[in-house]
């Protein structure tokens, strides 16, 4: 009585069984997480309103407010967050490839769901660089792909669902 019969296969996935985690709101099986490529946020409400402040280990503080007075909403953060992960991708990529470039922008189009939960149903995003000849096109459109195929981990944590669209325009 009590006891959990210990088979190979438990052994090999010990979050099979879940019922030390009823601590959640919902329990959820998942294989624990690896130390090494775990990130972690930590956000406060700032006590009135939708405004929360936020930072990453101890980088900067963030603020987040639902609308957007005192800092980008959470939906405005997230296509920021995928602006800066494509943009960081490509940036790295270009620079190894020893693709000259001057400056980039990258501006990012969310259209919303009409209904909840109001997810984001398509995403286009801009590329406006100079630098760049035209010479180097097939290394700037390698730099793309491999971000959005391969790289940027913003993009594959979204709903594989999303319509995405990428333009390039030559500032």
Known sequence: MGTRR?????????????????????????PPMSSSNTRKVWLKW????????????????????SAGDEG???????????AGCMGVDVVLILQKSRVPLDALEV???GERADSEPRKFVAIELVYRLSGPGSEHDAKLQRAIDLS?????????SLHPDIALSIRVERA
């Open 6 to 30: 210990i088979t190979s296969a438990t052994r090999a996935r010990p979050w099979r069984s879940c019922a030390a985690r009823r601590m959640t709101l919902r329990p959820t099986c998942h």
């Open 46 to 65: 700032a006590g009135e309103g939708l405004v929360f402040h936020g930072r990453a280990d101890d980088g900067p503080e963030i603020t987040i407010d």
């Open 72 to 82: 980008a909403s959470p939906t405005q953060q997230l296509l920021l967050s995928l």
């Open 107 to 109: 501006e990012v189009t």
């Open 148 to 156: 959005r195929d391969k790289y940027c981990s913003v993009l594959h």
